[in-house]
């Protein structure tokens, strides 16, 4: 006998997505939020979504590493817009609420197509990369939250996003630390694995947890979201009771009828069947067959009917995941053809109807119960489409009470702003009549004005004819102060001249003309050792002695005023480290001083003729000496004396380089003055600079005052270059930038020898405090200055006498030597033959009945001495040092 069923038409497919949608659940599109290029859910699975900043310098390494271990799968751009909440407009930011809705709109569409064009960037990375890609945003207020519920929209199983800043990125870090990340770790749904990247480094995995046996089973998404808008109704939520890791769920609703009428037709079928079965099995003595009843498969509407899940037994359906949807399986119960022949042949036909019409009804029970359910899932949503439109008409309503509240607002402020203009207008009449008045006012000032400009302005014709007359007689004063200066000087020069010769030939020998012409050879130029500013310097033997010969020439820049100063100066002061000058010629304005072989000490640091370098301890010593002679003429009495002209070519050195301070030509005797700031006695010579420039003090050129720290300076200058050997030429700059650099070795002069570096720093520091720009700031060379070198000289084992000679006796010069007892003069005195003699051993020689010289044997013109105070002063300072 044939068997025939009745089998329902297959119900259509719903997206629950799609539906949803249609009939406008929330969540899925509002005016604050926009969704754009929806992936399908096929793609869900098969792709790897990477959420994104605004800044691609920033997410470029989280994409690429997303990119790099894709293994092969979809990428999509993942992003979360958020509207600026403060609108910039002429330079200011302003509140949304504060401006009108036509610039907020135009500002946020300005901000999408940013953000548009930043995608796009994203996405030309993975073009580049040769990976598929797409892009999925949203706008929302926040972030973190935005990336939760596109995970949950989409159900998104594959997420990589950023852990931390890249400045908080530690090799060592474990776990997310910016906010986002940690709240979409802790909120998003169990089912998304997701990856947290930071600088191109995986901090963290999140992995999914969908452990179905002991997990509630939901509605998918667009069903939840339902539920959620109609409040969590019995009808419209799915109901899991969780009751071991094997057993089956609970069934509500149409589903679970339907499943208990299968049932229950399913086991009238078995026990009928197994009563055959057992009648069979004892007439044929065969085993039972398993009957079981064929039917076609039930499919239920996705998200309007509950998830079902079997635990195996053959009592329930048999649902299944489709998709990220559930959907069930073909429910059945396949007949053997064997069992069905022997139910075709030994079964009586009232059973067989019987079984006919079970299964008749079991098909029908199906039909009705899938009836139900699409009649319920109607139901479900029209009630969710009223709700949407109850609340659209509530939110409609809102916005209409909002706007007739900013009206009437913005009628008020209106009022207010027209009250306030009216205030204004009032006030500007106001302030329009007071301008009135003072602008007559003022039109009456200034006619006065003009009036007192008129008679100003005659005053001033007055006053600049005045001044004229004044300027007339001041030139004419002028004139004849220069001519009384002049005739002063004339008359000075010619008292000197007349009647001072016999005082100054107290001091210092008077040479004739002749005697300098035969002791320079009639100043031949082989004779010549040097040249000044002063004039030329030459080699001579005068009355049997060696010195040297400084005469004035015709173009030279000093003149008999700095030849009267220096023979002043000079007859006055005996000091070991000052030039001995040994006398004059008032005729030639020549100047006779002791002979020093070993010429200037710029020659020496310059090696000239080849000379050997100067050591560093001699260097000290030489210094050392300087500072001294310096001190000696700052300290000298009544007033103190200023040399001005401080350089290596007017430091001299002897035999046994012994250094003299020379050239005293522009040299000044100091004025006290009291200054009233400090309440201290200031000593100064107002004159016009002159010397050496790169030598000279910078306030000494600005102000034209010469003091004894203008000395200083130059000191410092020298001291640098005794040190260094390097031209004074910008050596400041030079030197203070080795200092600070820690590179003081390499310009100290390696010529010098090896230059102990605590010695050489501390030198070249108080250099620098010598050489710097305000005055106030040198250091005094007595005792701040001598206080460091005088240690430094005498621990350098350099002493400051003359070196010893073969017999270990120190060598004087030989013009202090008598050429009659050929001993060290005491009382010096010059006789007719010009020779100096010790006073004693020549008037032996003349009371003993000679009239000869004892040097040249000619006869004597007279017999009267002169005393030579000037050698007699060397001699005793010689003596003295020594």
């Keep these: 006998m044939a068997m025939v069923s009745s089998m329902p038409a297959t119900p259509p497919q719903v997206n629950p997505v799609n539906s949803l949608r249609d009939i406008g659940v929330p969540g899925i599109m509002t005016s604050r939020r926009k969704i754009v290029n929806k992936p399908s859910p096929s793609m869900v699975n098969d792709t790897i979504y990477v959420a994104v900043g605004k800044n691609v310098k920033s997410s470029k390494s989280n994409l690429i590493w997303a990119i790099q271990n894709s293994g092969g799968r979809r990428i999509c751009i993942l992003h979360v817009h958020v509207p600026a909440p403060m609108i910039p407009l002429m330079g200011a930011k302003f509140p949304a609420s504060a401006l009108r809705e036509e610039e907020v709109?135009?500002?946020?569409?300005?901000?999408?197509?940013?953000?548009?064009?930043?995608?796009?960037?994203?996405?030309?990375?993975?073009?580049?990369?040769?990976?598929?890609?797409?892009?999925?945003?949203?706008?929302?207020?926040?972030?973190?939250?935005?990336?939760?519920?596109?995970?949950?929209?989409?159900?998104?199983q594959k997420l990589v996003m950023g852990a931390a800043s890249d400045k908080y990125h530690s090799r060592r870090m474990t776990a997310p630390r910016s906010k986002k990340a940690i709240y979409v770790c802790e909120q998003a749904p169990a089912s998304c694995h997701i990856q947290f990247i930071c600088n191109g480094y995986l901090i963290h995995t999140r992995d999914c947890s969908l452990d179905i046996g002991n997990v509630e089973v939901a509605f998918p998404m667009a069903q939840q979201m339902a539920n959620s808008e109609v409040g969590g109704s019995p009808k419209l939520r799915s109901q899991s009771i969780v009751q071991g890791q094997n057993h089956g769920i609970k069934l509500t609703n149409p589903a679970q009828e339907l499943f208990r009428r299968v049932r229950s037709v399913n086991d009238g079928h078995r026990r009928s069947l197994a009563s055959v079965s057992d009648e069979s099995y004892g007439q044929s003595g065969r085993s039972p067959s398993v009957f079981s009843m064929c039917s076609h498969s039930i499919s239920v509407e996705p998200g309007l009917t509950p998830n079902l899940i079997s635990d195996g037994s053959e009592n329930e359906l048999d649902l299944t995941l489709n998709g990220?949807?559930?959907?069930?399986?073909?429910?059945?119960?396949?007949?053997?053809?064997?069992?069905?022949?022997?139910?075709?042949?030994?079964?009586?036909?009232?059973?067989?109807?019987?079984?006919?019409?079970?299964?008749?009804?079991?098909?029908?029970?199906?039909?009705?119960?899938?009836?139900?359910?699409?009649?319920?899932?109607?139901?479900?949503?029209?009630?969710?489409?009223?709700?949407?439109?109850?609340?659209?008409?509530?939110?409609?309503y809102k916005e209409e009470l909002k706007l007739r509240k900013e009206q009437e607002e913005a009628v008020e402020k209106a009022n207010e702003k027209l009250n306030n203009m009216k205030s204004q207008t009032d006030k500007v009449n106001e302030e329009l009549r007071l301008a009135l008045f003072q602008n007559s006012s003022l039109e009456n000032q200034i006619a006065s004005t003009e009036l007192m400009i008129k008679e100003l302005e005659q005053k001033i014709i007055s006053a600049e004819n005045l001044l004229q007359n004044y300027k007339d007689e001041l030139d004419d004063l002028q004139i004849q102060r220069d001519i009384a200066v002049g005739e002063a000087e004339e008359f000075r020069r010619k008292q000197w001249e007349a009647s001072s010769s016999a005082h100054k030939l107290q001091c210092f020998s008077e040479f004739s003309f002749q005697e300098i012409k035969?002791?320079?050879?009639?100043?031949?130029?082989?004779?010549?050792?040097?040249?000044?500013?002063?004039?030329?310097?030459?080699?001579?033997?005068?009355?049997?002695?060696?010195?040297?010969?400084?005469?004035?020439?015709?173009?030279?820049?000093?003149?008999?005023?700095?030849?009267?100063?220096?023979?002043?100066?000079?007859?006055?002061?005996?000091?070991?480290?000052?030039?001995?000058?040994?006398?004059?010629?008032?005729?030639?304005?020549?100047?006779?001083?002791?002979?020093?072989?070993?010429?200037?000490?710029?020659?020496?640091?310059?090696?000239?003729?080849?000379?050997?370098?100067?050591?560093?301890?001699?260097?000290?010593?030489?210094?050392?000496?300087?500072?001294?002679?310096?001190?000696?003429?700052?300290?000298?009495?009544?007033?103190?004396?200023?040399?001005?002209?401080?350089?290596?070519?007017?430091?001299?050195?002897?035999?046994?380089?012994?250094?003299?301070?020379?050239?005293?030509?522009?040299c000044r005797i100091l004025l006290s003055c009291q200054d009233s700031s400090s309440n201290s006695t200031t000593q100064f010579w107002r004159t016009d600079p002159k010397g050496t420039f790169v030598y000279l003090d910078p306030e000494f050129l600005a102000s034209g005052e010469l003091t004894p720290k203008s000395d200083v300076y130059s000191f410092g200058i020298i001291l640098l270059r005794l040190m260094t050997g390097k031209p004074a030429l910008g050596i400041i700059k030079e030197v203070q930038y080795a200092l600070d650099a820690g590179k003081l070795k390499s310009i100290l002069d390696p010529f010098a020898g090896d230059w102990p570096f605590m010695l050489a720093e501390e030198l070249v520091r108080l250099a620098l405090r010598c050489c710097e720009m305000n005055r106030k700031s040198r250091p005094d060379l007595y005792p701040d200055v001598w206080r460091i070198l005088e240690p430094m000289r005498a621990s350098s084992g350099v002493t400051n006498t003359f070196q010893l000679g073969s017999q270990g006796l120190c060598q004087p010069p030989p013009y202090f030597i008598c050429p009659i007892f050929l001993e060290v003069m005491q009382d010096p005195h010059v006789a007719a033959d010009g020779f100096t003699y010790e006073a004693e051993a020549i008037r032996e020689w003349l009371e003993s009945g000679h009239d000869t010289s004892p040097r040249t044997n000619s006869k004597l013109a007279h017999r009267h001495l002169v005393p030579n105070h000037t050698l007699r002063h060397a001699i005793q300072n010689w003596l003295q040092s020594h």
């Design 518 to 666: 035969e002791a320079t050879s009639n100043f031949n130029p082989s004779q010549k050792i040097g040249e000044g500013g002063y004039g030329s310097i030459f080699k001579g033997i005068l009355r049997h002695a060696e010195v040297a010969i400084k005469m004035l020439n015709r173009d030279s820049t000093q003149g008999p005023e700095e030849f009267q100063q220096e023979v002043e100066v000079l007859s006055k002061l005996r000091h070991p480290n000052i030039i001995t000058l040994i006398g004059a010629c008032p005729e030639s304005w020549t100047l006779v001083y002791e002979y020093l072989p070993n010429g200037s000490l710029e020659d020496r640091l310059n090696c000239k003729d080849n000379s050997p370098p100067l050591s560093w301890q001699t260097r000290i010593r030489i210094a050392t000496e300087l500072c001294s002679a310096l001190i000696f003429l700052h300290s000298n009495k009544p007033h103190s004396i200023a040399h001005g002209d401080l350089k290596p070519a007017n430091i001299l050195l002897d035999a046994n380089l012994v250094s003299k301070l020379s050239d005293f030509g522009i």
């Design 105 to 156: 709109q135009d500002y946020h569409e300005t901000e999408r197509l940013k953000m548009y064009k930043t995608l796009d960037a994203y996405l030309s990375i993975c073009q580049g990369m040769g990976v598929r890609a797409g892009k999925l945003q949203i706008e929302m207020d926040c972030i973190e939250k935005g990336i939760v519920e596109l995970i949950s929209q989409y159900g998104i």
């Design 324 to 396: 990220p949807f559930l959907i069930n399986k073909n429910l059945h119960h396949s007949a053997s053809p064997s069992v069905l022949q022997e139910m075709d042949g030994g079964m009586d036909d009232a059973l067989y109807d019987q079984l006919e019409q079970a299964m008749a009804e079991a098909v029908n029970s199906k039909r009705d119960a899938y009836q139900e359910t699409v009649r319920r899932g109607n139901a479900e949503k029209n009630a969710i489409d009223a709700i949407r439109r109850a609340k659209t008409t509530e939110n409609l």
